[in-house]
């Protein structure tokens, strides 16, 4: 008994002596307004009403008589895109508030709307609001399809952003690369469906392509897959979904200006997993692709070759044969990946 | 399915093949027809006038799980559990699912190593590995509450406080003639999520025990548990997840006569490393508990006692003993919506027993979200992080005797403040007393009242607004009626006032903000209707369920619903 008795005492010491909390708190501070809590001149505004988000960044103005916790709240009257700016501090000002046009959930803010901009602080009953008018939203690399105001071809193709989708697909197993008005859809209203069914359980039903015409290569402004992001909203359809989509791209290797099926240049490819839920920005570095053509000589990922890209979907098992994919907003980033 | 359907005929042949030769075959079965009919009274404020939000409901689903045991000699056991879903509504197999639910290979190596491979429940310590269970819940609870619990609690695999996971579990005891009686070791590696090369890792989980069992006097143990995300099986952006947790704990017994007096312990330490490759940012997270108390139990009265202090670190973080049963942060399924539409009802305390789609299967790396009303005072479970103080736990009798009562009281702080320097206060009050009124009037037939208090206390800086109280009464009547047939009638209450600051979290588990939370809310859950035992495995039950739900703050949300419950459980 004397002995446990030292051994419990010794282990709790040891214990005790193993972390010891200097902070006054822990967290965030909390920040919590004052029962005299007051924004000076009730005053709260924007650096400019009207902004280019191409080139501005703008940022709020505010002063209050106590260190709190504030948040400004934004949100598009149309797109209903919201961003969150919040901090602890005395006053908002250019260091942090910040805003360049981008958003805090898969909606994306368009030009021409007015953003509400409503600041609230902790523990404080009341609001402040003002209006933004965004001239020309954020722009992101090279757009590949906005599917907005596309230009049929009256045979199930289109132009849009001046490159040419078309879809090609296995017999019999199509209603494919539909235009689809989706309230949730992240740029404007607009989104692509890719539906069908898989009849002869060849795990495909269809592909949505696009490829660059003049120049024959897509020209991103990089050559080096490290650098290159292709980015895309994908509508995931939650765990039990059934179906992938695949972005797979063509190279030109040997500037022929044409490009061959039969494996002799770079095919490269990169399978999403739809298991998940909503809308979900899917960015894919170049690099994290993986090569297709085998028997290509060249085994190189040039994203400067590119000049066909697509966008295949097809069933994950044999036993699920019917399915659909939603994608929006296909684009490639230098650099980074698309910051939405 | 072709595909699926052929390994089922194939499976099922090959069964049947084998147990014509041997007879090591045998089945299991586990059978449930619902069928549940609710309404909002259309009197409430929360569809009045509402002419596109769903009124009714007529739902519910045939189950049948089949379980295959194929016992081919004394160490080897396996058995798979095919499930058959055919939703209410359904005619010849329309709409039906044919699933695999369970796989399990169990066997014993060299007569010494018991293992077990495939799906596997796991529960370690509190602190280590536990499933705590939902927080309304209540071992003197209603009949028919119970009902809709187990049903959920099976088809979640909540058997107890185990997690279910699937790997390898193996299992070994040594005995000793002197010093020491046995020793027993258990160890266990699983894989609890499956990377999908985008926003999920693979998650590696594993562990493993050692007790050494002295004799009548003293228990040791060592527990390690270990869980790590496998590098590159998800993007950049994902916060790649490693926490390790080492414990020891002892239980001594001291007897004299008519008692035994128990001194035991748990303490330990846990180290997280989180690590997002994006922004090449790391946090390191280091902490420790420590639980210890004194008790006594009578060796021939169903009595005990136990006092106990326990201190659980700032940033103590078990993924394993803090993962939540329950998502707070979901809506239900029953009758969603309400206000035209526009609003999407919050769950309530029938929802959190009756509702499997709130319910989380799986363990999650960081602290997830939780509605203060339900339980504030520890919503992780005993290892709830940032918490310190005492416990006065008692018991007399148990569920079988003419009085059974169990009393569980805590008196808890903070460790550290959470975004001010003044620490919260909690006071956690639970009480439950079973009266068999049966066994004193002398009456064969059963007639048993139950009653329960959940009392919870949160009192913080004034400044703050931390101000926080909620209730949770049960009452329970079972009476029989007819020889198998029972009378089932109870009620469960809930009243929470007050506002507390909801702290959220980001991937790292760092407190980022705070969200206000004010509530004034009551809630109620009355039901009555009859049991009818066919069997120790086999009932059937017809009970109606009343809800009430009043918003005190906006009573536009108040609402009653009805409901007609039917159920046919069997087991064989």
């Not at chain 1, 005492?9 to 040891?14: D, G, I, N």
């Not at chain 1, 002596?17 to 029962?35: M, Q, R, S, V």
């Not at chain 2, 089922?8 to 147990?19: A, G, H, K």
């Not at chain 2, 490693?242 to 330990?268: H, P, Q, V, W």
Request: charged letters at 20%; hydrophobic letters at 35%.
């Amino acid at each position: 008994m004397k002995k446990l008795l030292i051994f419990l005492f010794s282990a709790a010491t040891v214990i005790s002596a193993c972390k010891k909390y200097n902070e006054e708190f822990t967290g965030a501070p909390l920040g919590i307004a004052p029962d005299d809590f007051a924004v000076v001149n009730n005053s709260f505004a924007v650096s400019k009403n009207n902004p280019n988000f191409i080139n501005d960044t703008i940022y709020f103005m505010a002063t209050f008589n106590a260190s709190v916790t504030w948040k400004i709240r934004l949100k598009g009257e149309l797109s209903g895109a919201i961003k969150i700016i919040s901090g602890y501090s005395n006053s908002i000002n250019a260091n942090n508030s910040k805003w360049n046009g981008t958003t805090d959930i898969a909606k994306l803010f368009r030009g021409g709307e007015n953003v509400n901009a409503s600041l609230t602080v902790y523990g404080w009953t009341d609001s402040l609001t003002t209006t933004i008018n965004i001239v020309l939203p954020k722009k992101h690399g090279t757009i590949l399809g906005r599917f907005e105001n596309i230009v049929p071809d009256g045979a199930g193709n289109f132009t849009d952003q001046g490159l040419y989708w078309f879809s090609s697909f296995d017999a019999n197993e199509k209603e494919f690369m539909n235009k689809v008005l989706d309230a949730d859809a992240p740029e404007g209203n607009y989104c692509i469906q890719l539906k069908g069914h898989d009849a002869n359980g060849n795990y495909y039903i269809g592909k949505a392509g696009l490829s660059s015409s003049s120049p024959f290569t897509f020209a991103f402004g990089s050559s080096d897959a490290n650098k290159v992001y292709f980015n895309l909203y994908v509508k995931g359809e939650g765990a039990g979904s059934v179906a992938k989509l695949v972005i797979e791209t063509f190279e030109d290797d040997n500037d022929d200006h044409v490009v061959y099926y039969d494996n002799s240049e770079d095919k490269y490819s990169s399978t999403i997993d739809l298991g998940f839920d909503g809308w979900k920005l899917i960015s894919i570095k170049y690099s994290d692709f993986v090569l297709e053509s085998s028997s290509s000589p060249y085994k190189d990922k040039n994203p400067d070759k590119i000049h066909l890209i697509g966008f295949y979907c097809g069933p994950k098992s044999a036993s699920a044969t019917s399915l659909q994919v939603q994608f929006d907003f296909p684009t490639v980033t230098v650099d980074a990946p698309m910051i939405p | 399915m072709k595909t699926q359907k052929l390994i089922i005929t194939l499976f099922l042949s090959l069964c049947f093949i084998f147990s014509k030769a041997q007879s090591p075959f045998y089945f299991t079965g586990y059978g449930r027809a619902l069928i549940a009919k609710s309404a909002y009274n259309e009197n409430s404020n929360y569809v009045k006038n509402d002419t596109t939000s769903a009124k009714k409901s007529l739902a519910g689903n045939f189950v049948f799980d089949l379980g295959i045991n194929v016992k081919p000699s004394e160490i080897l056991k396996a058995n798979v559990i095919l499930r058959v879903n055919n939703q209410f509504g359904g005619f010849f197999s329309t709409g039906s699912l044919l699933e695999f639910r369970q796989i399990q290979i169990h066997g014993i190596l060299a007569k010494k190593i018991a293992y077990s491979l495939g799906d596997i429940d796991l529960q370690m310590t509190k602190y280590t590995l536990f499933n705590s269970y939902e927080a309304t819940r209540s071992e003197f609870e209603a009949e028919a509450f119970k009902i809709r619990r187990n049903i959920i609690d099976y088809d979640n695999f909540n058997n107890g406080n185990q997690w279910r996971v699937q790997g390898i579990q193996l299992k070994t005891k040594i005995e000793f003639e002197k010093i020491i009686k046995d020793l027993s070791l258990s160890a266990f590696g699983s894989r609890i999520k499956a990377s999908n090369f985008i926003n999920t890792p693979d998650r590696l989980l594993y562990g493993g025990t050692l007790k050494i069992h002295q004799g009548k006097s003293l228990d040791l143990g060592i527990n390690f548990i270990g869980i790590n995300d496998l590098p590159g099986t998800a993007q950049d952006t994902v916060v790649s997840y490693a926490n390790k947790i080492i414990t020891g704990d002892f239980a001594y017994t001291y007897s004299t006569r008519n008692l035994n007096f128990i001194a035991k312990s748990e303490l330990g330490t846990s180290n997280s490393d989180m690590f997002q490759a994006k922004e090449n940012k790391r946090i390191k997270n280091y902490d420790h508990f420590i639980d210890a108390s004194l008790g006594v139990k009578h060796k021939y009265l169903p009595f005990k006692i136990f006092v106990s202090y326990r201190f659980i670190g700032n940033e103590y973080y078990s993924a394993g003993a803090q993962s939540r049963r329950i998502n707070d942060n979901i809506h239900p399924t029953l009758l969603p919506n309400g206000l035209g539409g526009s609003n999407n009802r919050n769950m309530n305390i029938f929802d959190r027993f009756t509702d499997l789609n709130l319910y989380n299967k799986t363990i999650t790396t960081t602290l997830s979200y939780y509605l203060p009303m339900y339980n504030n005072v520890l919503p992780y479970g005993a290892a709830t992080p940032n918490r310190k103080g005492y416990t006065l736990e008692t018991e007399y009798g148990n569920s079988d005797s003419v009085f059974y009562a169990q009393v569980n009281a805590q008196m808890l702080s903070e460790v550290i403040g959470v975004g001010i320097s003044q620490k919260r206060n909690f006071i956690l009050f639970n009480a439950g007393a079973t009266l068999n009124l049966h066994k004193i009037i002398g009456c064969k037939k059963l007639l048993a009242v139950s009653s329960a208090i959940k009392y919870e206390n949160t009192q913080g800086a004034t400044a703050a607004k931390i101000n926080l109280q909620s209730s949770i009464v049960d009452f329970a009547l079972t009476f029989e009626i007819l020889k198998n047939l029972n009378f089932s009638s109870g009620i469960k209450f809930l009243n929470a006032k007050g506002s507390e600051n909801i702290i959220l979290r980001d991937a790292f588990n760092n407190i980022t903000s705070y969200e206000q939370f004010k509530v004034g809310n009551t809630q109620s859950i009355i039901t009555t209707g009859l049991i009818y035992h066919l069997s120790k495995q086999t009932s059937f039950a017809a009970n109606a369920f009343w809800q009430l739900n009043n918003n005190h703050q906006n009573s536009n949300e108040n609402y009653a619903v009805h409901q007609l419950f039917f159920s046919y459980l069997l087991k064989f």
